[in-house]
């Protein structure tokens, strides 16, 4: 079992910038890849990025540039630094995470990032 622990949501100015964190119970060794998703109102989740266990990294086009996603295995811990804060990334950010042994993946239960205008 992994436990998914999101933090460091919170209420911004656009232009602003955030850290979130995701603290997993146990060694994030034992899963790859990890990311982080959002959802905002009315919307269906989306991916926001993932970084593997050899940190190969992933972003889509609405982020690319601003976002940042980054591990401490030796924290179990896993980071995205959210700069140049939009409205539009207005929504709850969830870290996942797929357990290597058998592909079950996992979530946390999101912490909410509102950006003003």
């Known amino acids: 079992q992994v436990q998914l622990v999101e933090s460091g949501g919170g209420l911004v100015q656009a232009g602003a910038s955030l850290r979130l964190s995701c603290a997993a119970s146990?060694?994030?060794?034992?899963?790859?890849?990890m990311g982080w998703y959002r959802q905002a109102p009315g919307k269906q989740r989306e991916l926001v990025a993932t970084i593997s266990l050899r940190d190969a990294t992933n972003y889509p086009d609405s982020v690319k540039g601003r976002f940042t996603i980054s591990r401490d295995n030796a924290k179990n811990t896993m980071y995205l630094q959210m700069n140049s804060l939009k409205p539009e990334d207005t929504a709850v950010y969830y870290c996942h995470a797929v357990r290597r042994v058998d592909g079950m993946d996992y979530w946390g239960e999101g912490t909410l990032v509102t950006v003003s205008s």
């Open positions: 146990g060694s994030i060794c034992s899963v790859s890849p």
